[in-house]
Protein backbone atom coordinates (compact mmCIF):
# COMPACT_ATOMS: atom_id res chain seq x y z
CA UNK A 1 0.00 0.00 0.00
CA UNK A 2 1.42 3.14 -0.86
CA UNK A 3 2.09 5.83 1.50
CA UNK A 4 -0.10 9.14 1.87
CA UNK A 5 1.66 11.78 -0.23
CA UNK A 6 2.49 14.99 1.26
CA UNK A 7 0.15 17.88 0.39
CA UNK A 8 0.70 21.27 1.07
CA UNK A 9 -2.82 21.46 2.17
CA UNK A 10 -2.04 20.19 5.52
CA UNK A 11 0.42 23.58 5.91
CA UNK A 12 -2.92 26.05 5.15
CA UNK A 13 -5.21 24.56 7.54
CA UNK A 14 -2.24 24.73 9.99
CA UNK A 15 -1.54 28.03 9.36
CA UNK A 16 -5.16 29.05 9.67
CA UNK A 17 -5.96 27.22 12.87
CA UNK A 18 -2.90 28.69 14.50
CA UNK A 19 -4.22 32.92 13.19
CA UNK A 20 -7.32 31.64 14.59
CA UNK A 21 -5.91 30.38 17.75
CA UNK A 22 -3.39 33.52 18.04
CA UNK A 23 -6.73 35.87 17.61
CA UNK A 24 -8.50 34.02 20.32
CA UNK A 25 -5.31 34.27 22.77
CA UNK A 26 -5.13 38.16 22.24
CA UNK A 27 -8.84 38.36 22.64
CA UNK A 28 -9.00 39.86 26.03
CA UNK A 29 -6.92 42.75 25.54
CA UNK A 30 -5.35 43.65 21.50
CA UNK A 31 -8.76 43.18 20.38
CA UNK A 32 -10.35 45.77 23.01
CA UNK A 33 -7.75 48.05 22.43
CA UNK A 34 -8.40 47.66 18.60
CA UNK A 35 -12.19 48.25 18.54
CA UNK A 36 -11.85 50.94 21.46
CA UNK A 37 -9.40 52.92 18.99
CA UNK A 38 -11.63 52.74 16.10
CA UNK A 39 -14.60 54.37 18.45
CA UNK A 40 -16.37 51.03 18.65
CA UNK A 41 -17.72 50.45 22.27
CA UNK A 42 -20.25 48.47 24.38
CA UNK A 43 -20.43 46.34 27.68
CA UNK A 44 -20.35 43.73 24.92
CA UNK A 45 -16.73 44.13 25.02
CA UNK A 46 -16.24 42.93 28.37
CA UNK A 47 -17.33 39.77 27.44
CA UNK A 48 -13.83 38.75 25.21
CA UNK A 49 -12.27 39.10 28.94
CA UNK A 50 -14.21 36.11 29.96
CA UNK A 51 -10.93 34.31 27.43
CA UNK A 52 -8.20 35.65 29.68
CA UNK A 53 -7.98 32.30 31.85
CA UNK A 54 -8.40 30.01 28.57
CA UNK A 55 -5.10 32.05 26.72
CA UNK A 56 -2.86 29.26 27.07
CA UNK A 57 -5.04 27.12 25.93
CA UNK A 58 -4.82 29.04 22.77
CA UNK A 59 -1.71 30.01 22.61
CA UNK A 60 -0.39 26.30 23.08
CA UNK A 61 -2.92 25.36 20.24
CA UNK A 62 -1.14 28.36 18.07
CA UNK A 63 2.12 26.90 18.49
CA UNK A 64 1.32 23.28 17.93
CA UNK A 65 -0.32 24.59 14.56
CA UNK A 66 2.78 26.07 13.74
CA UNK A 67 5.18 23.38 14.56
CA UNK A 68 2.64 21.42 12.37
CA UNK A 69 3.11 23.24 9.42
CA UNK A 70 6.42 23.24 9.56
CA UNK A 71 7.00 19.28 10.16
CA UNK A 72 4.63 19.05 7.22
CA UNK A 73 6.69 21.48 5.33
CA UNK A 74 9.60 19.46 6.32
CA UNK A 75 7.89 16.23 4.45
CA UNK A 76 7.23 18.06 1.59
CA UNK A 77 10.69 19.41 1.08
CA UNK A 78 12.22 15.40 1.56
CA UNK A 79 10.13 14.75 -1.72
CA UNK A 80 11.23 17.44 -4.26
CA UNK A 81 11.16 14.36 -7.30
CA UNK A 82 7.73 12.96 -6.32
CA UNK A 83 4.56 14.43 -7.79
CA UNK A 84 3.01 15.84 -4.25
CA UNK A 85 -0.46 17.66 -4.53
CA UNK A 86 1.25 21.29 -4.10
CA UNK A 87 -0.58 24.29 -4.93
CA UNK A 88 2.74 26.60 -4.65
CA UNK A 89 6.02 26.49 -5.53
CA UNK A 90 8.66 25.96 -2.37
CA UNK A 91 9.66 29.18 -2.14
CA UNK A 92 6.40 30.44 -2.19
CA UNK A 93 5.10 28.16 0.20
CA UNK A 94 8.15 28.69 2.54
CA UNK A 95 8.17 32.46 2.60
CA UNK A 96 3.62 32.06 3.32
CA UNK A 97 5.14 29.83 6.36
CA UNK A 98 7.84 32.35 7.72
CA UNK A 99 4.92 35.25 6.95
CA UNK A 100 2.27 33.26 8.66
CA UNK A 101 4.69 32.21 11.76
CA UNK A 102 5.35 35.80 12.47
CA UNK A 103 1.67 36.82 12.19
CA UNK A 104 1.13 34.33 14.74
CA UNK A 105 3.84 35.07 16.79
CA UNK A 106 2.87 38.82 16.80
CA UNK A 107 -0.23 38.06 17.96
CA UNK A 108 0.07 35.77 20.95
CA UNK A 109 3.18 38.38 22.35
CA UNK A 110 0.80 41.30 21.63
CA UNK A 111 -0.53 41.74 24.98
CA UNK A 112 3.19 41.90 26.63
CA UNK A 113 4.68 44.48 23.68
CA UNK A 114 1.22 46.67 24.43
CA UNK A 115 2.05 46.29 28.80
CA UNK A 116 2.33 49.83 30.23
CA UNK A 117 5.29 50.73 32.97
CA UNK A 118 4.67 48.86 35.91
CA UNK A 119 4.68 52.52 37.57
CA UNK A 120 1.42 53.00 39.39
CA UNK A 121 -1.43 56.07 37.71
CA UNK A 122 -0.97 58.61 40.37
CA UNK A 123 2.92 58.51 39.56
CA UNK A 124 2.83 58.73 35.96
CA UNK A 125 0.23 61.01 36.09
CA UNK A 126 2.10 63.92 38.21
CA UNK A 127 4.82 62.82 36.18
CA UNK A 128 3.11 64.24 33.04
CA UNK A 129 1.52 67.61 34.84
CA UNK A 130 5.34 68.25 35.70
CA UNK A 131 6.39 67.92 32.67
CA UNK A 132 3.40 70.29 31.16
CA UNK A 133 4.17 72.70 33.71
CA UNK A 134 8.12 72.86 32.91
CA UNK A 135 7.00 73.52 29.00
CA UNK A 136 4.70 76.21 30.05
CA UNK A 137 1.51 74.68 29.01
CA UNK A 138 -1.72 76.49 29.70
CA UNK A 139 -3.99 73.92 27.86
CA UNK A 140 -5.29 72.96 31.38
CA UNK A 141 -8.71 74.42 32.27
CA UNK A 142 -8.25 76.64 35.09
CA UNK A 143 -11.87 74.50 36.88
CA UNK A 144 -9.74 71.25 36.18
CA UNK A 145 -10.31 68.22 38.29
CA UNK A 146 -8.51 65.04 39.23
CA UNK A 147 -10.23 61.80 39.62
CA UNK A 148 -9.07 58.26 40.71
CA UNK A 149 -10.80 55.66 39.23
CA UNK A 150 -10.88 51.87 40.38
CA UNK A 151 -10.97 49.65 37.28
CA UNK A 152 -12.23 46.29 37.22
CA UNK A 153 -11.95 43.68 35.10
CA UNK A 154 -7.94 43.64 33.86
CA UNK A 155 -6.52 40.73 32.69
CA UNK A 156 -2.58 41.75 31.85
CA UNK A 157 -1.06 44.89 31.47
CA UNK A 158 -2.03 45.88 27.96
CA UNK A 159 -5.60 46.84 29.44
CA UNK A 160 -4.86 50.00 30.91
CA UNK A 161 -4.05 50.91 27.10
CA UNK A 162 -7.67 50.00 26.05
CA UNK A 163 -8.56 51.88 29.55
CA UNK A 164 -6.60 55.17 28.77
CA UNK A 165 -7.38 55.06 25.22
CA UNK A 166 -11.63 55.08 25.96
CA UNK A 167 -10.49 57.81 28.77
CA UNK A 168 -8.78 60.15 26.58
CA UNK A 169 -11.65 59.80 23.54
CA UNK A 170 -14.25 61.60 26.17
CA UNK A 171 -14.63 65.10 25.28
CA UNK A 172 -13.00 67.55 28.41
CA UNK A 173 -10.51 64.76 29.63
CA UNK A 174 -7.23 66.72 29.66
CA UNK A 175 -4.91 63.72 30.67
CA UNK A 176 -5.50 60.13 31.77
CA UNK A 177 -3.37 57.41 32.82
CA UNK A 178 -3.97 53.65 33.30
CA UNK A 179 -2.11 50.87 35.24
CA UNK A 180 -2.55 47.07 35.34
CA UNK A 181 -1.48 47.55 39.20
CA UNK A 182 -2.82 48.93 40.35
CA UNK A 183 -5.85 48.28 38.80
CA UNK A 184 -6.40 52.23 38.60
CA UNK A 185 -6.64 55.10 36.33
CA UNK A 186 -6.47 58.70 37.08
CA UNK A 187 -7.88 61.36 35.21
CA UNK A 188 -7.75 65.49 34.95
CA UNK A 189 -11.02 66.75 32.94
CA UNK A 190 -12.83 69.02 32.66
CA UNK A 191 -16.03 69.44 35.27
CA UNK A 192 -17.61 71.85 32.90
CA UNK A 193 -17.49 69.58 30.23
CA UNK A 194 -17.74 65.75 31.40
CA UNK A 195 -18.80 64.29 34.84
CA UNK A 196 -17.30 61.76 36.57
CA UNK A 197 -20.25 59.31 35.64
CA UNK A 198 -19.60 60.09 31.70
CA UNK A 199 -15.71 58.71 32.57
CA UNK A 200 -16.80 55.59 34.84
CA UNK A 201 -19.15 55.16 31.19
CA UNK A 202 -16.58 55.50 29.23
CA UNK A 203 -14.50 52.51 30.40
CA UNK A 204 -17.78 50.61 30.97
CA UNK A 205 -18.11 51.01 27.04
CA UNK A 206 -14.64 49.83 26.50
CA UNK A 207 -15.51 46.46 28.74
CA UNK A 208 -13.96 47.52 32.21
CA UNK A 209 -16.14 48.60 34.90
CA UNK A 210 -14.90 51.47 36.78
CA UNK A 211 -16.03 53.19 40.57
CA UNK A 212 -14.02 56.66 41.81
CA UNK A 213 -11.83 55.94 44.40
CA UNK A 214 -11.05 59.69 45.46
CA UNK A 215 -10.98 62.85 43.68
CA UNK A 216 -9.51 66.29 44.12
Known amino acids: M ?19 AAVAASACCTIPLALVSAGIGGAWIGSLTA ?3 YRWIFV ?9 AGYNEWRL ?6 DCETAFSSTTRRSLLGVGALAVLAIVVSPWLLGVSPSSATQQAQAAATSLQQAGASATPASFQ ?8 M ?3 ACPKTVKTALEGVDGVYSAEATFEPPEAVV ?16 KNAGYPS ?3 SSS
Open 77 to 82: SRQPDC
Open 146 to 153: QVVLTIDG
Open 211 to 213: QPK
Open 60 to 68: TLALGALAY
Open 188 to 203: RFDPDKVSVEELTNAT
Open 155 to 157: TCA
Open 2 to 20: NAQKPSNSGTNWSLGAGLG
Open 51 to 53: LAP
